[in-house]
C-alpha cells in the first residue's frame, strides 16, 4: 500500500499544518490522516468510538494492506477547542466504479475515489461539524486528490447525509441517491417470545418447513458454530462448497475464498468475534451463516445454501435454529441484537423489528473529471430511479429480482 507521508504532531494539541485547516476563529480544526503510522496517534479515541465491525481499526488497517486498489488512508479529525470531537473514516482508491441501470452495468470509468467508510463517521456528527466535515470533502476534491467521493450505505435520518445533500454544488451534487432499508432485531429473552413475535403464517410455514427436513434426513442434520481458529480452515472450505453455487457468487458478491477472506476470519477468530453457523445434512454443508460479534450485536456477513436442498429451505431453517440459540444464551453470551446486514431480502422483513433507510450517492470533484463522471452518471441515475419506481408501484420489484437470481444462478 502506497502512503503519502505529514508530519505526525500530539493528537490532543495539534499545531496548524498543511494537513490541518483552521476554521472558525481557530477554534474549530481538521487534521487529514494520510499513513498508517499517523492513524496510530489517534488510535485510543477511534477504539473509543468504533461500534462497528467494519470501521473497527485493526479491521481497517487490515483491508486497507490486502486491497492493491487501496492507494492510501484518508481519515479526518475534526478537532474543537484542541480536542478531537469527530472523525470521517476513507480511504483514497483507484478503481472501476460501476454506472448501472438495475443490475446490468453500462459503464466502469476508471476514477480516483475517496470511499468514505461504511459507518465509518464517528464521534460527535452534530448538523455543524457535519457541513465541515463535507466542506472538507469538496476540499479534497478540489485540491485533486480524488475525483469523487462515494458514501456506503450512510443513515438517511443523519446530519451526514442532510450535509451531503445540501453542501455541494449543482455540478458536485447526486440528484439520485439509492435508498435501501436497513433492518435488524432484538433478542427476545425466550424463544416462546420469539416466536410470538412472528405472524401466525410465518409460525406455521416454518413449523411446516421444519417437519420435513427433519423427517427426511432424520438423525442427519447437523449445526457446527465455528468461533476460533480451530476449525477455521475447514469452515472455510466447507462455506466456500455452498456460496460457489449460489446467486451471490454471480453477482460478484457474498463469501469467496480469498486470501483476504482468510486474514479477515483470522483476525475476527483472534479476538473472539467470529461466529460461522454451517448446516450439515448427511455429513454435507449445504447453508451457512457467517457473521461477528461486535458490542452485544450479531453482524450477519454472509448467507447462502445449496440450491439442491432449495425445496427445504435450509438457510431458514438455520437462520431459526441459530436465533432460537441466542434467545436461550447459546451461541454467544449476551447478544442483544442481530443486524441484517446490507441489502433488503424477505427473511429480513419476516425476522426483523428495527428498521431505518439508509442512502448511498457521490460528490463530484468540481474538476473536469468529475464533471465528466457527473454527466455520465446522472442520467442513469435517472432512468434507475424511474425503473425503480415504476416497478415499486405495480408490485414487480421482488418478482425482477428474483427472476435475476435464477437467471444468474443459471449461468454458473
Known sequence: MRAMEANARPVVAPSPARSDRKLMSGSLNVRIL?????????????????????????????VNRLRPQILRPHVMVLYRDNHPDALLIGRIVNERIAFSIGYKTILKPKARILRIAYNGLLGNLSPANSEVLVNEILSTLR??????????????????????????????????????????????????????????????????????????????IRIDCIREMDGL??????????????????????????????????????????????????DRPCAFWVGTVYQRTFHSDFMGYDPEYGRYSPGMFLMMR?????????????????????????????????????????????????????????PMAFVDHAVRKGLEKTQLLQRVKALWRRRVRGKE
Open 143 to 220: 485540491h485533486g486528490e480524488s475525483d469523487l467521493a462515494a458514501f456506503s450505505h450512510v443513515r438517511a435520518d443523519s446530519p451526514v447525509y442532510q450535509a451531503a445533500r445540501q453542501v455541494p454544488g449543482f455540478l458536485s451534487r447526486d440528484f439520485f441517491p439509492r435508498f435501501q432499508l436497513h433492518r435488524s432485531m432484538t433478542v427476545p429473552a425466550t424463544v416462546e417470545d420469539f416466536n410470538q413475535r412472528l405472524s401466525k403464517k410465518v409460525r406455521k410455514n416454518q413449523k411446516w418447513q421444519a417437519k420435513i427436513i427433519l423427517q427426511d434426513f432424520s438423525g442427519n
Open 233 to 282: 480452515e475447514r469452515m472455510i472450505r466447507d462455506v466456500e462448497e455452498i456460496a460457489r453455487k449460489t446467486y451471490q457468487r454471480g453477482l460478484g458478491v457474498g463469501f469467496e475464498d480469498t486470501a483476504e477472506m482468510h486474514e479477515r476470519l483470522r483476525l475476527e477468530a483472534e479476538k473472539g468475534r467470529l461466529r460461522a453457523f454451517i448446516l450439515y445434512i448427511v
Open 34 to 62: 494520510r499513513s498508517p503510522g499517523e492513524l496510530e496517534e489517534i488510535r485510543e479515541v477511534w477504539t473509543s468510538w468504533q461500534h462497528h465491525p467494519n470501521i473497527d481499526i485493526d479491521f481497517y488497517l487490515t
Open 322 to 378: 441459530v436465533i432460537e440459540g441466542l434467545c436461550e444464551g447459546q451461541g454467544s453470551t449476551d447478544v442483544a441484537q442481530i443486524d441484517f446486514g446490507l441489502g433488503d431480502a424477505q427473511y429480513k422483513e419476516i425476522l426483523g423489528n428495527c428498521t431505518w433507510q439508509e442512502a448511498s450517492m457521490f460528490i463530484y470533484a468540481p474538476t473536469l473529471k468529475g464533471l465528466a463522471l457527473f454527466l455520465l452518471k446522472t
